[in-house]
């Protein structure tokens, strides 16, 4: 009686099993189980880990290089390094492919004293155009400057020093007053439009970070899901598509034939 029972089920899956089941397959198979998205929570950001994203917990092939998130200060703060600079990750939006960042720099710092141009890594992201540029001219000592700089009054509170603002879209001015230096910070367009109406403060806009696009995947990795599968990274053929199914591994999407047997 007990025997039947678990035969049943082992004589629908042996066709599949003779073609199928080779030991690259069950390989594979380990590896979409392996990158299958989890649910994941870092301090106060609940979220899903799967690529290109990874964790320290994560297989490497799960994730894209550049991609890797460390949930670090006692577990409350999920951070990417990119370029050299510390990062703290405010939301990954797999949808549109879209992470929101901040300067680790600024984190607890209501009007930051020191400031260094944004570096984006062009390699894995590309710049989101609802982000603005903020043009920062610090430490000014011109008494006379162009009436399309703003001042930033929280620094000149705690420094005594003139710092100023701009929003204009084509960058740091050609005439820049005497400051000690300037930086280029991007910023959420619609916090940028709330500092030049003065509805917000310059620091917390800083505070709001601001968001990147990122490259690995796109046009593929949702073919992938869609068909069931998990998009990964082989680092041998590092420009595969490389997909994951329950049963094999492809470029692009699953087979029918592996939809068919999932469903089964
Ligand atoms: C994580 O993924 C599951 C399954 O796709 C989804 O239902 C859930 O809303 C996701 N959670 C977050 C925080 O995005
Ligand atoms: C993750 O963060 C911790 C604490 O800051 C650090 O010690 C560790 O090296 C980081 N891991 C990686 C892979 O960067
Ligand atoms: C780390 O977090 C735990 C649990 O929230 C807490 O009990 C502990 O005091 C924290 N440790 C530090 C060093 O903040
Ligand atoms: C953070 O959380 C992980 C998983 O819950 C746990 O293994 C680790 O010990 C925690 N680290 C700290 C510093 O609390
Ligand atoms: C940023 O990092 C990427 C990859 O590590 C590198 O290719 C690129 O040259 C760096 N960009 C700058 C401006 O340093
Ligand atoms: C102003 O100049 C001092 C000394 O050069 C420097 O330490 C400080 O960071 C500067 N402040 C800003 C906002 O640039
Ligand atoms: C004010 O700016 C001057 C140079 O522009 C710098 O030498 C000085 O350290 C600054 N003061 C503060 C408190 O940042
Ligand atoms: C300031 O600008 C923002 C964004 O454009 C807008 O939502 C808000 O109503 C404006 N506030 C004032 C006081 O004009
Ligand atoms: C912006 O608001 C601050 C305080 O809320 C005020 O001191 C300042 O004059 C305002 N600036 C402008 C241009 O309205």
Not at 135 to 151: A, G, H, Q
Not at 162 to 171: A, P, Q
Not at 222 to 238: H, K, R, W
Request: aromatic share 14%.
């Amino acid at each position: 009686m007990h025997q039947q029972h678990l035969l049943f089920p082992f004589l629908i899956l042996l066709p599949f099993s003779c073609l199928l089941f080779t030991s690259s397959s069950q390989a594979t198979f380990q590896r979409y189980l392996d990158c299958l998205p989890v649910p994941f929570t870092c301090g106060g950001l609940h979220t899903n880990i799967s690529y290109p994203f990874r964790i320290d917990s994560r297989r490497d092939y799960c994730g894209y290089p550049g991609f890797y998130l460390n949930c670090t200060n006692n577990n409350t703060t999920l951070t990417i390094t990119m370029n050299g600079t510390l990062y703290i990750v405010k939301d990954l939006d797999y949808f549109n492919h879209i992470i929101t960042i901040m300067n680790s720099d600024f984190s607890g710092h209501p009007c930051p004293l020191t400031y260094t141009n944004t570096i984006t890594d062009t390699t894995i992201f590309e710049f989101y155009d609802r982000n603005q540029m903020l043009n920062l001219y610090l430490n000014c000592s011109s008494p006379s400057i162009p009436s399309s700089l703003v001042s930033i009054p929280c620094l000149l509170e705690q420094t005594g020093n003139r710092s100023y603002f701009s929003l204009l879209s084509d960058g740091l001015q050609g005439f820049i007053p005497e400051c000690s230096s300037t930086a280029m910070i991007p910023v959420k367009e619609g916090e940028a439009a709330r500092l030049s109406n003065n509805s917000t403060a310059f620091g917390d806009v800083l505070q709001e970070g601001f968001m990147l696009k990122w490259i690995a995947g796109r046009g593929w990795c949702s073919f992938c899901i869609n068909s069931g599968g998990v998009c990964a990274y082989d680092g041998n053929n590092p420009l595969d598509q490389t997909c994951y199914c329950p049963y094999g591994s492809t470029t692009g999407v699953c087979s029918e034939g592996t939809l068919f047997i999932k469903f089964s």
